[in-house]
């Protein structure tokens, strides 16, 4: 199993709420510095993360930039970049990453992210329907790959037309490439374009089916793919200390919050999405969905809104059972991500029954 851990470059603190600042927010103690964001990122570095995951979208900084600047500050830990498709050209793309190897030593890794909000796709310009993005994403990968083989090479396709392009000389270290999405669209995308497939936290059951068939999908097309579960995690010393603290986010989130997260979340088009909200239907009766999952981060919180609680044993033992239905990879967090990467590091990591395992970036 690798661990990565999640760098809140929209600001941090000791509540939880939405990765950018979007409706449904919340109110961050701490602004996101590089110097702050250097203190998470080598936190996670000494306890044993292999890479950071950065959030991209209009409520929060350049992702390329606040990395590469969060890079020259640390040594060994990779850098997660969230990369937009559509919003640039791949073959520019490649040129950033090829940049971003060399100012970095070789430490990036790219989360693909097509995008499942109309109304902010729409903002940036883009006004392609959700199969559609998932189509231009699959050509954006195809580009990007072919661009650090080196040039010059041409391709003819429905959303990229390049003619001789490419790097001038091939990308010695060229990045894996993660991608996400529930849809069928990004199963297929994934399954033969991506090395990393990406899900925000279901029951355990509902994880290994998508494992299962995006795996058959790669299989058919001769490819192996790994997957990764993006999850959060509240973890103490025993499980009502644990729930106790999960109680005590879910009392920082006001109606109003919720109500507005909610409606965003409603206008969204994420398959993804939508299934997060079915875990607790948009209110808070019923936030426990499995054992030891609990949904009530997603009340106020796009993406990933599922928290494994409990003990620091339990909490390794529900990465255990996720590992055993297939999960290659896990992105974590918690508030705040200084702390809990030291907390999650030193307490629940050990505990697993496969320790973390480095990978290349």
């Given at each position: 199993m690798t661990f990565h851990w999640f760098l809140p470059t929209s600001g941090d603190g000791d509540q939880a709420g939405a990765a950018t600042v979007t409706a449904g927010a919340a109110r961050?103690?701490?602004?996101?510095?590089?110097?702050?964001?250097?203190?998470?990122?080598?936190?996670?570095?000494?306890?044993?993360?292999?890479?950071?995951?950065?959030p991209v979208g209009s409520g929060c900084p350049d992702p390329w930039i606040v990395c590469a600047a969060v890079?020259?500050?640390?040594?060994?830990?990779?850098?997660?970049?969230?990369?937009?498709?559509?919003?640039?050209?791949?073959t520019l793309v490649a040129q950033q990453a090829e940049a971003f190897q060399a100012v970095s030593g070789g430490r990036l890794a790219l989360n693909v992210v097509t995008g499942g909000d109309p109304t902010e796709q729409r903002a940036y310009g883009d006004f392609l329907d959700h199969d559609a993005r998932y189509a231009r994403t699959g050509e954006f990968i195809e580009v990007l790959r072919r661009s650090w083989r080196g040039g010059p090479f041409d391709f003819a396709g429905?959303?990229?037309?390049?003619?001789?392009?490419?790097?001038?000389?091939?990308?010695?270290?060229?990045?894996?490439?993660?991608?996400?999405?529930?849809?069928?669209?990004?199963?297929?995308?994934?399954?033969?374009?991506?090395?990393?497939?990406?899900?925000?936290?279901?029951?355990?059951?509902?994880?290994?089916?998508?494992?299962?068939?995006?795996?058959?999908?790669?299989?058919?097309?001769?490819?192996?793919?790994?997957?990764?579960?993006?999850?959060?995690?509240?973890?103490?010393?025993?499980?009502?200390?644990?729930w106790a603290e999960a109680d005590r986010l879910r009392a920082g989130m006001s109606p109003e919050r919720i109500a507005a997260a909610q409606a965003r979340f409603g206008r969204m088009d994420s398959v993804g999405q939508a299934r997060m909200t079915a875990l607790h239907g948009g209110g808070s009766g019923r936030l426990a969905v499995a054992t030891n999952l609990w949904a009530g981060i997603g009340l106020v919180r796009e993406g990933a809104g599922t928290a494994l609680v409990g003990s620091y044993a339990e909490v390794a033992a529900r990465i255990d059972e996720y590992a055993h239905s297939g999960v290659d990879e896990f992105i974590l967090s918690g508030w705040p991500h200084r702390e809990e990467a030291e907390r999650v590091g030193a307490e629940v990591l050990p505990r697993v029954t496969a320790l973390p395992v480095a990978v290349s970036h």
């Open positions: 961050h103690a701490r602004v996101a510095t590089v110097g702050y964001l250097t203190e998470v990122a080598r936190a996670a570095e000494a306890h044993g993360f292999s890479a950071l995951l950065t890079a020259q500050h640390t040594e060994r830990i990779g850098l997660l970049v969230a990369v937009r498709a559509g919003f640039a050209l791949p429905e959303h990229y037309r390049v003619d001789g392009g490419g790097l001038a000389r091939p990308l010695a270290d060229p990045p894996p490439v993660y991608l996400g999405g529930a849809s069928p669209a990004a199963e297929a995308v994934a399954a033969r374009q991506a090395d990393a497939y990406l899900m925000w936290g279901e029951p355990p059951a509902a994880i290994a089916t998508r494992v299962a068939r995006v795996r058959a999908r790669a299989a058919e097309l001769g490819r192996t793919l790994r997957t990764g579960l993006r999850l959060h995690v509240i973890a103490r010393h025993t499980a009502a200390e644990a």
